[in-house]
T-cell receptor
């Protein structure tokens, strides 16, 4: 069983829809949670980061962490075709870069 | 400002051949990393260098070697390539801000096929 599970998709939604992307994990030591966005043929780039449980909002994006359920989510409001990408969750016991564990990524397609 | 630059972008090797992937960053970051990305497997850490002069194994180091040539450059070498090493390889770097954000800066990737 992988430490971090993520539905690979693809997830196809119409423009303007609310998107929910999720990851589950098994390691209770994870305290730091990140979402990376990866466009086709590009490297991942950090989208959001959170510490411990709770919500964090940044524009159209909201990251949610439920440590009791070992479940994290990324919500995208008013999705745009430019949001079409693969979204990778990542988590770690600390922010040390060498300790990050990535999910397999969910491919999102937003259709105009 | 180029960020993280990887070369080559594409490479086809035969089993048993050797090659080196080059990586350079211009952000004055202390830490550098090599990951591989396979379908459904996410990014897996091969080796990392926390600072100039140090290197450590990651999750999947077998079949690879690295060199931290200086603060800017971190190379990954495949001594005897195997088909299982067919993958997309990403170099990344992080600076002191990563202590608060976990942000890694990635290159665009090197696509390697081993026949």
């Amino acid at each position: 069983q992988k430490e971090v599970e993520q539905d690979p998709g693809p997830l196809s939604v119409p423009e303007g829809a609310i998107v929910s992307l999720n990851c589950t994990y098994s390691n209770s030591a994870f305290q730091y949670f990140m979402w990376y966005r990866q466009y086709s043929r590009k490297g991942p780039e950090l989208l959001m980061y959170t510490y411990s449980s709770g919500n964090k909002e940044d524009g159209r994006f909201t990251a949610q962490v439920d440590k009791s359920s070992k479940y994290i989510s990324l919500f995208i409001r008013d999705s745009q075709p430019s949001d079409s990408a693969t979204y990778l969750c990542a988590m770690s016991p600390s922010y040390a870069g060498n300790m990050l564990t990535f999910g397999g990524g969910t491919r999102l397609m937003v259709k105009p | 400002n180029a960020g993280v630059t990887q070369t080559p972008k594409f490479q086809v090797l035969k089993t048993g051949q050797s090659m080196t992937l080059q990586c350079a960053q211009d952000m004055n970051h202390n830490s550098m990393y090599w990951y591989r990305q396979d379908p459904g497997m996410g990014l897996r850490l091969i080796y990392y260098s926390a600072s100039e002069g140090t290197t450590d194994k990651g999750e999947v180091p077998n079949g690879y070697n690295v060199s931290r040539l200086n603060k800017r450059e971190f190379s990954l070498r495949l001594e005897s390539a195997a088909p299982s090493q067919t993958s997309v390889y990403f170099c990344a770097s992080s600076g002191w801000l990563a202590q608060n954000t976990g942000e890694l800066f990635f290159g665009e990737g090197s696509r390697l096929t081993v026949l």
